[in-house]
C-alpha cells in the first residue's frame, strides 16, 4: 500500500483506523554511550584492569565506525538494505560480551 499513482489506490479512512503510528528519535552519543559502556562494565567486571581501561576506547571507536558508515553508506533503490540502527552495534558488543576470561592471550 502507498500513496495514490502508479496504480496504487489510497487508504480508506476505514481501513486506516485499524493502525497506530508509532515513531522515537534517535539516541544521542551520550546516551548510546552510556548505555553500551554500562552493558560492557556489567559483563567485565572480573576481568584484568587492563581489559577495563578499554572500553571507553571500544565504545568510542565502535560509535565512531557506526557513524561513518551511516554518513558513507546512505540505502538508495538498488541498495535498500544500508538502513543502519542501533541493533548493528549491539552485535557488536554482544560479541565482545561472548568473551572468556579464562581463555589466554599468547604473546607473540
Do not use: W
Amino acid at each position: 500500500m502507498g500513496p495514490p499513482g502508479g496504480g496504487r489506490e489510497p487508504l480508506t479512512q476505514r481501513l486506516q483506523r485499524h493502525y497506530n503510528i508509532i515513531t522515537y528519535t534517535d539516541l544521542g552519543p551520550e546516551s548510546i554511550t552510556m548505555i553500551f559502556e554500562k552493558i560492557l562494565y556489567a559483563f567485565i567486571g572480573g576481568f584484568s584492569t587492563e581489559v577495563k581501561n578499554v572500553i571507553q576506547h571500544l565504545v568510542a571507536s565502535t560509535q565512531k565506525v557506526f557513524v561513518g558508515i551511516q554518513e558513507k553508506l546512505k540505502p538508495t533503490p538498488s541498495k535498500m538494505h544500508y538502513t543502519f540502527n542501533l541493533r548493528d552495534i549491539s552485535k557488536i558488543f554482544q560479541g565482545v560480551c561472548s568473551a572468556d576470561q579464562k581463555a589466554t592471550v599468547q604473546k607473540v
